[in-house]
């Protein structure tokens, strides 16, 4: 990848400079966006508004909708459909590893004169001219706070909310082991600016619909242990159709409460859950306990992440997939814990 250290000056410089220049600016997250990747780019969407720049926020969804736990962020009417976007000469990605994960909106990216790649994932591939990359950040909206406050904007409420909701969701609640005394000393500047952290955790951990539930009881029931895979540390996985999510009238983000449930399992160092969307195709996700590099295994077939989540577009069908992620651990090196 390009980039394991904190970016370098000249590539902050040259970024402010593009998004201060007065030509029109395109923010974009990854196709399905977490609160991470959509939360950083409409922060900065509303930094860039306040300074009276012509700015959209947008990802390559065919269709184009966002995920209803992300609805209650504050720069939705700075988002456009992909189809409406246009010619943007400025162009900052969010959260993207890999150029692909740009979706629909490849071209558009590719084709801009000044191209801006912001993320803290150690799979980046090192697309786009400059390059605001931290693997050491434990959310890409740390860098995006950053980027707030080299545009020299004041960091208010609305600012901070979608900062804190990508921090919140990328840390695990601040759970995970990338969280440092930085990572919390971050979410308290964020709480002093008087946002509400109990209503961003309400709408993105306490709101699903009945029909969500059971979904998620009808995975669990349907949830396979394999103790000695991974090398004998174990895994556990289960599989949501789209017959399932068609049963309970649900969108295929209303499935990502599976893996957060199925990983607290003891018996398994590694959680797997396989999604199939809309085209039939199956979204991999994986959560592990820090035994397990899962981003390794992820972008072996094609995706990426992190070493505690990270997921891929299986080829073929489930039985391929699974064999597929078995192959994967059963090859990885066991870390300590």
């Known amino acids: 990848m390009s980039g394991t250290a904190a970016p370098a000056e000249a590539d902050w410089d040259a970024t402010v400079a593009a998004l201060t220049s007065g030509r029109p600016v395109l923010l974009l997250a990854h196709v399905s966006p977490d609160a991470d990747a959509l939360g950083s780019a409409l922060a900065v969407g509303l930094a860039l508004e306040a300074r009276g720049a012509d700015v959209v926020v947008s990802f390559g969804d065919d269709p184009f909708a966002v995920p209803r736990i992300l609805r209650s962020l504050p720069g939705q009417h700075l988002l456009v459909s992909p189809e409406f ?17 740009l979706g629909v909106l490849q071209a558009v990216a590719e084709a801009a004169d000044v191209f801006v790649a912001v993320d803290h994932h150690a799979s980046f591939t090192g697309f786009g001219g400059i390059h605001l990359v931290d693997v050491h950040a434990p959310a890409t909206a740390v860098l995006a706070l950053e980027m707030v406050d080299r545009l020299g904007v004041t960091l208010d409420a609305t600012i901070a909310t979608p900062i ?8 695990g609640s601040f759970k995970y082991a990338g969280t440092t005394s930085a990572t919390h000393e971050v979410a308290a500047r964020l709480l002093g600016t008087g946002m509400r952290h109990d209503v961003i955790a309400r709408h993105i951990y306490d709101d699903e619909p009945f029909g969500a539930l059971r979904l998620l009881g009808a995975a669990l029931d349907r949830a396979v242990l394999e103790e000695n895979a991974a090398g004998g540390l174990g895994l556990v996985w ?4 789209d017959v399932d999510r068609a049963t309970f009238d649900l969108p295929l983000d209303a499935v990502e409460r599976v893996i957060d449930v199925l990983r607290i399992a003891t018996e398994a ?5 396989l999604k199939q969307d809309d085209t039939g195709a199956w979204r991999v996700s994986m959560r592990s306990k820090g035994r397990i590099d899962v981003s390794a295994i992820a972008i072996a077939l094609g995706g990426g992440g992190h070493r505690f989540a990270a997921g891929f577009t299986g ?8 064999h597929a992620v078995r192959a994967g651990l059963a090859a990885a090196e066991q870390l300590p814990e």
């Open 164 to 171: 804190y909701a990508g921090l919140v969701t990328d840390t």
């Open 85 to 101: 976007v246009g010619d943007r000469p400025v162009v900052v990605s969010f959260d993207v590893s890999s150029i692909e994960r």
């Open 238 to 241: 289960t599989v949501v159709t």
């Open 315 to 322: 080829s073929g069908g489930p039985r391929d997939v699974l």
């Open 269 to 273: 160092e590694v959680a797997c859950v």
